[in-house]
């Protein structure tokens, strides 16, 4: 039992280059989300999904896309880098948004 | 949306010391979350408890919903303490608001 996996774990991109970060988990939740951890100001929900086929915006979804095509996997694309996406990428997943998270790793992304 | 002000950003602890953090919200809640981040990074559920009191070890956490807001307790606080602790809450609307976090640092 893996439980959260994101990959990579630490990227840097050029301002307009696109990407995947990639997240996983093993324990059948329905509940993923993503978030971004910038200093001073805690955790900032980017998008989420309730399940296979449903995701939704959160706080903060400009230039971030995602999709959920099975229970699994949870991806996050950045279209087109800026250097205000620097910043710790997290990713979670529960039953629901109720019960207990358990959060990846995370992905340091540094945008020039 | 929803505001979430955690009290004190700073704190200095002495090994072997007690503390409270606080969390304060401006709206009614369906769920409250207490996070660990230890110095590496990783984020850990401390715990579930959007009211009455819950411990664990030597945590211990209290919400008063009424009141809107929530209190965490280190007791006899050991460096393996240290790190950030978070408050998140969620209006059942799928959306967890963390936040800004308190930053403990526990002196040997």
């Not at chain 1, 993503?34 to 399940?51: A, E, K």
Request: charged share 15%.
């Amino acid at each position: 039992n893996a439980g959260v996996t994101q990959t990579p774990k630490f990227q840097v991109l050029k301002t307009g280059q696109s990407m995947t970060l990639q997240c996983a988990q093993d324990m059948n939740h329905e509940y993923m989300s993503w978030y971004r951890q910038d200093p001073g100001m805690g955790l900032r929900l980017i998008h989420y999904s309730v399940g296979a086929g449903i995701t939704d915006q959160g706080e903060v979804p400009n230039g971030y896309n995602v999709s959920r095509s099975t229970t699994e996997d949870f991806p996050l694309r950045l279209l087109s880098a800026a250097p205000s996406q620097t910043s710790v990428y997290f990713c979670a997943s529960s039953y629901s948004p109720s019960y207990e998270q358990y959060f990846g790793p995370g992905t340091r992304l540094t945008v020039t | 949306g929803i505001q979430v002000e955690q009290s004190p950003p700073d704190l200095i602890l002495q090994e072997g010391a007690n503390s409270t953090l606080r969390c304060n919200f401006s709206d009614s809640v369906n769920n409250l979350q207490w996070f660990h981040q230890n110095p590496w990074g990783q984020l850990i559920n401390l715990f579930y408890i959007p009211s009455g009191t819950k411990q664990n070890g030597r945590l211990s956490a209290t919400t008063v919903a009424t009141e809107r807001y929530s209190l965490l307790y280190i007791s006899s606080s050991q460096t393996t303490d240290s790190g950030v602790y978070f408050c998140a809450v969620e209006r059942n609307d799928y959306k967890l608001s963390f936040g800004a976090g308190t930053t403990v640092t526990v002196r040997a």
